[in-house]
């Protein structure tokens, strides 16, 4: 019996992240095992101290289609139930969360495997670009 088709869902938002809602939107019945990555903002970076923001930037319809051939290629090595991932444009601040990678599977080597492969490939392939501010500055930084 062939697997039933990945249920994937990827989305560019302005809106917080909504870890909850990202848990129950992978849930399956027939998953044992759900993982959820969440990249945040922290307040330092390369030597800075007091970052209080993120600006992001990106295209949304060039970056959707990186990430779901990123979910294809994850489907094609693991088997998934569904993948969910989200990252945010625009202002983020220390503590808010700026990606999040959700997957579930019916195992969980699959799920962590192909939750570590989306978060490392979406830092490395997607063109998304982030300015950090801190107290008297800001600057533009390069992506991994």
Do not use: C
Not at 12 to 35: R, Y
Not at 119 to 136: N, Q, T, V, Y
Request: glycine share 10%; aromatic share 6%; hydrophobic share 45%.
């Amino acid at each position: 019996m062939e697997a039933p088709p990945v249920r994937v869902r990827v989305g560019i938002t302005s809106e917080i992240i909504d870890a909850a809602g990202l848990i129950a939107e992978v849930g399956d019945p027939s998953a044992g095992a759900t993982v959820l990555f969440l990249g945040t903002v922290r307040n330092h970076s390369e030597g800075k101290t007091g970052v209080t923001h993120l600006d992001y930037e990106a295209y949304p319809d060039v970056v959707v289609a990186k990430i779901e051939e990123l979910v294809g290629a994850a489907a094609s090595q693991w088997e998934l139930q569904a993948v969910v991932v989200e990252h945010r444009v625009g202002r983020v601040f220390v503590g808010e969360s700026s990606v999040a990678v959700a997957v579930s599977a019916e195992h969980r080597e699959a799920a962590f495997n192909a939750g570590r492969f989306l978060i490392d490939e979406l830092k490395a392939r997607a063109p998304i670009w982030k300015k950090e501010h801190w107290p008297g500055g800001a600057e533009w930084v390069a992506g991994a």
